[in-house]
């Protein structure tokens, strides 16, 4: 059955820092991976995708995502976080079928 | 940026009530599904559904549940007799094409429902 696993339940780091979230996933074959961000009230918003192709993907607001097969593994990284990045990431795995499956989230706090 | 939107953003509903929550995908869109979120808990898929029928649907998705797309634009998720536990947020998404495609799913930003 897919699975999604964020290890991280918070991580807080400082305004300008460099900002690592972990992903990893079971998935019988290739996944479709997804990371989406919620900030507080709102819904969620589709930071990137990876379906095929170049393992590394470029997101919106200057995230991207390493697919890594060896490791199931599609760790989201942002050179120099904001404080506008502070909302609740989740990693998600698709493919054989129409739903998506979430993980349980990992809240990203930012100092200033 | 088309999105795909939600009414209303919070409904309060006693305990054995009926509620209707209502969803406008994006116009272009084939693919509906309704997933929810309930408080600090993983968002977890309902349904989808695709040319007027449901395609796919979790086990939280029981005879209570029901969906429709009444016209050309809305998608409603109807909940027939409300019980405590279905206190949620509920998200409701599209997609140009179903989950075997490379289509992502959009979502909107959610329904806050409240049962007392």
């Known amino acids: 059955a897919q699975s999604v696993t964020q290890p991280d339940i918070h991580i807080t780091v400082s305004e300008g820092a460099s900002l690592e979230l972990r992903c990893n996933y079971s998935?019988?074959?290739?996944?479709?991976l997804f990371w989406y961000v919620q900030s507080p009230g709102q819904g969620l918003q589709l930071l990137l995708k990876y379906f095929s192709g170049d393992t590394l993907v470029q997101g919106i607001k200057g995230f991207e995502a390493e697919f890594k097969r060896s490791q199931s593994s599609f760790n989201l990284r942002k050179p120099s976080v904001h404080w506008s990045d502070a909302a609740e990431y989740f990693c998600?795995?698709?493919?054989?079928?129409?739903?998506?499956?979430f993980g349980k989230g990992t809240r990203l706090h930012i100092l200033p | 940026e088309p999105e795909v939107t939600q009414t209303p953003s919070h409904q309060v509903t006693q305990m054995g009530q009926e509620v209707i929550l209502r969803c406008v995908p994006i116009s272009n869109h084939l693919y509906f599904y309704w997933y929810r979120q309930i408080l600090g808990q993983k968002v977890e898929f309902l349904v989808s559904f695709y040319n007027n029928e449901i395609s796919e649907k979790s086990e939280i998705f029981d005879d209570q549940f029901s969906v429709e797309r009444p016209d050309g634009s809305n998608f409603t998720l109807k909940i027939r007799s409300t019980k405590l536990e279905d206190s949620a947020m509920y998200f409701c998404?599209?997609?140009?094409?179903?989950?075997?495609?490379?289509?992502?799913?959009?979502f909107g930003d959610g329904t806050r429902l409240s049962i007392l």
């Open positions: 998404a599209s997609s140009e094409m179903g989950g075997r495609s490379n289509q992502p799913q959009h």
């Open positions: 998600a795995v698709g493919g054989g079928d129409d739903k998506i499956i």
């Open positions: 998935y019988g074959a290739t996944p479709y």
